[in-house]
């Protein structure tokens, strides 16, 4: 929610894909069944998702095909839901345009890895979230939390044994 209103200013067609699809005003959203549908057109591929047995892995040589030569693939998330050794063919090849890793597979990546050369490959070192900042949005998130529980209401980010996060 937070990417998609940093992105507004900006212009930009949104879809996200959920496990649970909720429609959102402005953006499109797909259930995990149509993730593929969310590639086609896609300009810049964003993965900031959970990993679990299902998304282990889940874009690959296939995945990269249906993203098309201009798109570039970030991934703030997890560096196993990407298939690295296609990913390293996708962009030597030119099967996508670049991409933005802050996580890779192995991470951290070993010296001599074909990424670490390759023009179209921007990797990030992985210390974005600082305690400074985890701190007080955790803090925030349990102070609400509080509230909530408090006042009877629903709580944020529960988590959902079943999804697996």
Known sequence: HCLVS??????CRVTVVRKRPV??????????DERDQALDDADVVILALALTAETDG?????????????ACLVNV???RHVVTDDLVA????GTIAAAG???????????????????????TPHTANTE??????????????????????????????????
């Open 6 to 11: 940093l992105l507004a200013p900006f212009g």
């Open 23 to 32: 429609p959102q005003s402005g953006i499109r959203v797909l259930g995990w």
């Open 58 to 70: 889940f874009l690959g040589r296939r995945q990269f095909g249906l993203m098309g030569p201009e």
């Open 77 to 79: 998330a997890r560096g």
């Open 90 to 93: 996708a962009l030597a090849e």
């Open 101 to 123: 890793l802050d996580v890779t597979e192995p991470e951290p990546l070993p010296a001599g890895h074909p990424l670490w050369s390759l023009a179209n490959c921007l990797i």
């Open 132 to 165: 400074a900042m985890a701190i007080p949005l955790l803090s925030a998130r349990i102070t609400e939390n509080v509230r909530r529980y408090a006042a009877g209401q629903a709580l944020d980010g529960v988590v959902d044994p079943d999804l697996g996060y």
